[in-house]
T-cell receptor
Framework: NAGVMQNPRHLVRRRGQEARLRCSPM?????VYWYRQLPEEGLKFMVY????????ESGMPKERFSAEFPKEGPSILRIQQVVRGDSAAYFC????????????FGPGTRLTVT | GQSLEQPSEVTAVEGAIVQINCTYQ??????LSWYQQHDGGAPTFLSY????GLEETGRFSSFLSRSDSYGYLLLQELQMKDSASYFC??????????FGKGTMLLVSP
């Protein structure tokens, strides 16, 4: 059973460009969570999605950031007009059902904005 | 809102026992989880406490006191491979987790 997959693993973007981060949850998991981690920091919750629905986006900046989890295909975290402060590791996690505290994390995408 | 406090770094020697504490303040609380992260890689779930008391999983145990808003992770028979960052996290509905800043555990020979 393949784990949570994220791609790309490393992404370099110039200021003002768009970044698209992809996450394929574990097989059978329909709940996806996105987190951001800065160096020497914990993970900060951004958004929680189920198939075709955003359940909780309270941790996501109101501007430039969006997320989706379509019926078919991976979940996408999209950052428009990136700035240097967006440089971080972005982790995706999945779970088979809500209300479980055991989330399965992917290897992360390291975004560097130059 | 939520906030969690845990020590930034703990050192120990192989074979020893180490305890990593976590205190939290939260407006809603369902439970306390612990995750391990090696060198910025994928965090891995270790344990969860929804009720007061001790949960044991092999060499790792976790404790929760809801009345004290306090928990700890206990690692026994430390091995070099246990050197990693350990995060406590509280859940408060919808399975969203709020993580602490992490404790870096350094295990020396």
């Amino acid at each position: 059973n393949a784990g949570v997959m994220q791609n790309p693993r490393h992404l370099v973007r110039r200021r003002g460009q768009e970044a698209r981060l992809r996450c394929s949850p574990m097989k059978g998991h329909s709940h996806v969570y996105w987190y951001r981690q800065l160096p020497e920091e914990g993970l900060k919750f951004m958004v929680y999605l189920q198939k075709e629905n955003i359940i909780d986006e309270s941790g996501m900046p109101k501007e430039r950031f969006s997320a989706e989890f379509p019926k078919e295909g991976p979940s996408i975290l999209r950052i428009q007009q990136v700035v240097r402060g967006d440089s971080a590791a972005y982790f995706c996690a999945s779970s088979p059902e809500p209300g479980t505290n055991e989330q399965y994390f992917g290897p992360g995408t390291r975004l560097t904005v130059t | 809102g939520q906030s969690l406090e845990q020590p930034s770094e703990v050192t120990a020697v192989e074979g020893a026992i180490v305890q990593i504490n976590c205190t939290y303040q939260t407006s809603g609380f369902y439970g306390l989880s612990w995750y391990q992260q090696h060198d910025g890689g994928a965090p891995t779930f270790l344990s969860y406490n929804g009720l007061d008391g001790l949960e044991e999983t092999g060499r790792f145990s976790s404790f929760l006191s809801r009345s004290d808003s306090y928990g700890y992770l206990l690692l026994q028979e430390l091995q070099m491979k246990d050197s990693a960052s350990y995060f406590c996290a509280v859940s408060s509905g919808y399975s969203t987790l709020t993580f602490g800043k992490g404790t870096m555990l350094l295990v020396s020979p």
